[in-house]
């Protein structure tokens, strides 16, 4: 690794991004859309972590458009991604949980639509919205594989992409427990070549590129370099002819964790744990350098799209991430488990450095993504995002709220997890949730108070009964289109 990289070439010293090399006006901007998993608010360091390196992600916030208010639609993966594609809320697409769930086949994603305007699409990472095989069961569910629903079916021409979690180094091959055991979460002793490690097992998910194709040789180091490569070799091919629209989602930090010995000697005097977690971030954040260097490289840089978030917070199975100032974790409609970090870069239009205050959600995407494209496309479908390029370009309010709906995690009782349900809408600087099935309601001011910590639903009740009213329309519209799946 090389730690004097340097870091979003031309952007650093320097406002006049424009100047970063011989871009030719292209009628269409590039898209690369970067999605992490389970990266906290306060797991990088432009959000006051003070132990890890994320020097290309700082760089990123100070030079780029930063979001200080952005949210992922559901607390946990599955949810966000189908959100990210589709515009609507996960539940009105059978995707209530992480898990054994499908996209339908009738969903129109965002690569589906950008590829009849001439974009070139392709997915690296992990997909997780869906099986990749119709006959290998990669996410070991007892009633076999989970149900086909593969990049390549979704509008996306090029995949390189796992159906859940991998290890972060050496993504093949896991030196420590199976899932739910003391030592799946990190390995225990240090990364060594694939063919050297003893002690451990082949991990059940493979990087599937198409229908029955799947890659069956070794793969061996950093994961996230592994996909970068892939994904860099899929845009250097496409840039001279055809304009990109790239999903670049790591598996970065998630479970299991694992870093290479030259990530994990940035942080002496740390944990073994310690040292994978902070240095799997490190090793995930040299690779979105890598990116910049290549897009300035090639000359693309001012005219491609690049938008990071994660796809919720912090996860609650160990103490290493953080959620910083804000309450609760992975799983939770609390800030902590849906404020992630989300910063967006596009230079030829937005060559000063800006915050944006206003929030906006991953459902937002789908249509902000297609006007940035200049392309305004109707589906036919209800749905719950917005343009919010208005937001970002002239700091406007956004047009509505932004509502939430996810099952209730019971960690001690995983099975009943969606027994109950809990509910939230944000409505500027107000928030309403529920964590009891909307039987009571919680009211919190996040500009005054961004732990909610002061209940203000007693003292603010016509605030509270209003929100409360949008929030319920809300939750009936979507549970009415949501039945189109349960009567197919």
Not at 206 to 235: C, H, K
Request: glycine share 10%.
């Amino acid at each position: 690794m090389n730690n004097n990289h340097i870091i979003l070439p031309c952007l650093l010293g320097s406002l006049v991004v424009s100047s970063c090399g011989g871009l030719q006006q292209q009628e269409l901007p590039n898209i690369i859309l970067i999605m992490v998993d389970d990266l906290g608010y306060g797991d990088v360091g432009y959000l006051g972590n003070d132990i890890v390196q994320t020097p290309h992600l700082d760089a990123l916030a100070e030079q780029g458009i930063r979001f200080n208010r952005f949210y992922a639609a559901a607390p946990v993966c599955s949810p966000t991604r189908a959100s990210c594609l589709t515009g609507r809320h996960p539940y009105r697409s059978g995707i209530p949980w992480a898990g054994r769930y499908a996209l339908p086949s009738d969903e129109i994603t965002i690569a589906s639509v950008l590829k009849n305007y001439g974009y070139t699409t392709a997915h690296f990472g992990k997909w997780h919205v869906g099986g990749l095989s119709r006959q290998m069961d990669q996410s070991h569910f007892p009633d076999g594989p989970t149900p086909y629903a593969p990049p390549w079916e979704h509008g996306f021409d090029v995949a390189f992409s796992t159906e859940s979690m991998v290890p972060l180094y050496n993504p093949y091959y896991h030196v420590g427990g199976e899932y739910g055991s003391p030592d799946y979460r990190h390995v225990q002793n240090e990364p060594v070549a694939l063919g050297q490690q003893t002690g451990g097992h082949p991990w059940k998910n493979l990087y599937w590129t198409g229908p029955g194709q799947f890659v069956d040789e070794n793969l061996e180091g950093s994961n996230a370099a592994l996909i970068m490569d892939r994904a860099l070799a899929f845009m250097e091919e496409q840039k001279e002819d055809n304009p990109f629209f790239t999903l670049v989602w790591f598996h970065t930090p998630h479970t299991p964790i694992v870093a290479g010995n030259e990530y994990r000697e940035l942080y002496p005097g740390h944990t073994m744990e310690a040292q994978h977690w902070f240095g799997s971030i490190t090793a995930m954040d040299e690779q979105i350098g890598r990116l910049f260097q290549s897009l300035v490289d090639w000359g693309v840089a001012d005219e491609t799209i690049v938008w990071f978030k994660s796809d919720n917070g912090p996860s609650y199975i160990h103490g290493h991430n953080s959620a910083g100032p804000l309450r609760g974790s992975k799983g939770e409609l609390y800030e902590g488990g849906i404020r992630v970090p989300s910063v967006l870069h596009w230079p030829s239009q937005f060559p000063y450095p800006k915050e944006i205050d206003e929030p906006v959600s991953t459902s937002d995407l789908f249509f902000t993504v297609m006007a940035m494209a200049g392309v305004d496309h109707q589906t036919g479908m209800k749905i719950d995002g917005e343009n919010v390029l208005p937001v970002i370009r002239n700091g406007k309010s956004r047009e509505g709220p932004i509502a939430f709906a996810s099952p209730l995690p019971n960690r001690l009782r995983p099975a009943f997890s969606q027994e109950s349900e809990q509910f939230a809408i944000i409505d500027g600087h107000y928030k309403l949730i529920s964590m009891d099935n909307g039987v009571t309601y919680q009211l919190y001011d996040l500009d005054k108070d961004i732990a909610e910590s002061q209940d203000l639903a007693a003292e603010l009740k016509d605030i509270s009964a209003s929100m409360q009213d949008k929030l319920e329309n809300w939750l009936l519209d979507v549970r009415e289109d949501a039945s189109r799946l349960q009567q197919e």
